[in-house]
């Protein structure tokens, strides 16, 4: 869940740079408490365009996903005054199917809403995809909820375009399933 931190940012042929106070870093362990909360808010937001993550719920698991992130050094954060103001998780992709490219994965962004608007999420985004092309990949890929039109926006200003589509329907509104 790539989530749009409403960041309208410079040009995406630009090399991103956070503003002056903000600074782009490996996040470690011990921010594992902060990025798990700033996750919880990602998903509590993301439950307006139908995500059907749990945000609460989810605590735990992601604050161990968090740790791991920062073991394996796929988390980056964004500081302002010391404080973690956002944050982008990634990895490189693997699976059990040959595929003709190595690929990387944006899992997460996040930034404060207080923060937005201010080239953060771009430089976070930025730090990511530099880290995954040292690791090798080939193409970057995300998902953004089809109804955030901010994170959709977002994502195509960096040219992200749709490779894979994800339908779903509720089964209780499968006219093919009702015997009415």
Known sequence: MADAPDDLGPDPD?????PGDVTISSAGTDDADRL??????????QRRHSSHLEAEANREVIHETMLRHAVTDTVFSARRGGTV?????????????????TR?????????????????????????????????????????????DAARSFYARHG?????????KPINDDPLSNDG
Do not use: K
């Open 14 to 18: 630009r090399n991103f740079t956070p």
């Open 36 to 45: 798990a909360d700033l996750w919880v808010d990602l998903a509590a937001d």
């Open 85 to 101: 103001v956002g944050f982008v998780t990634f990895g490189v992709e693997s699976g059990r199917y040959e595929q003709d490219v």
């Open 104 to 148: 990387g994965t944006i899992h997460n962004v996040y930034v404060e809403p207080s923060d937005r608007g201010e080239g953060i999420g771009s430089a976070l985004l930025a730090a990511a995809e530099r880290e995954l092309v040292s690791l090798g990949v080939g193409v970057v890929t995300l998902e953004a909820m089809a109804r955030n």
């Open 160 to 168: 992200y375009t749709p490779h894979r589509i994800e339908l779903e």
